[in-house]
């Protein structure tokens, strides 16, 4: 059975740092292409950050480029988000997800966590 299952969120004063991490099971991470999502209250989900196979080709949401890094630890099967210099707007569900290819992100991966909520708020 696979399942992802994220952790690390929480509460954090704006400009504060939070790592989340999606642990794997069930699925060999490297083979996949993973991926970071995010759904706000109202609002539709966004992918906020995905990396190939190989992890050296990585993509970022524009409004995260140069605060959050997507890794991997494939001996730990073990993906990370590491999200700096949060903003209130950073308030979410964030939700990993994996696809069985080299180089695919978006609304269909293969399979998705149930998510770890990160509040951004003095």
């Known amino acids: 059975q696979v399942q992802l299952v994220e952790s690390g969120g929480g509460l954090v004063q704006p400009g504060g740092s939070l790592r989340l991490s999606c642990a794997a099971s069930?699925?060999?991470?490297?083979?996949?292409?993973i991926g970071w999502f995010r759904q706000a209250p109202g609002k539709e989900r966004e992918e906020v950050s995905c990396?190939?196979?190989?992890?050296?080709?990585?993509r970022y949401a524009d409004s995260v480029k140069g605060r959050f890094t997507i890794s991997r630890d494939n001996a730990k099967n073990t993906v990370y988000l590491q999200m700096n210099s949060l903003k209130p707007e950073d308030t979410a569900m964030y939700y990993c997800?994996?696809?069985?290819?080299?180089?695919?992100?978006?609304?269909?991966?293969?399979?998705w966590g149930k998510g770890t909520l990160v509040t951004v708020s003095s």
């Open positions: 997800a994996a696809h069985l290819s080299a180089w695919y992100c978006g609304s269909g991966m293969n399979y």
């Open positions: 069930g699925l060999t991470l490297d083979r996949y292409t």
């Open positions: 990396a190939g196979r190989w992890n050296g080709n990585t």
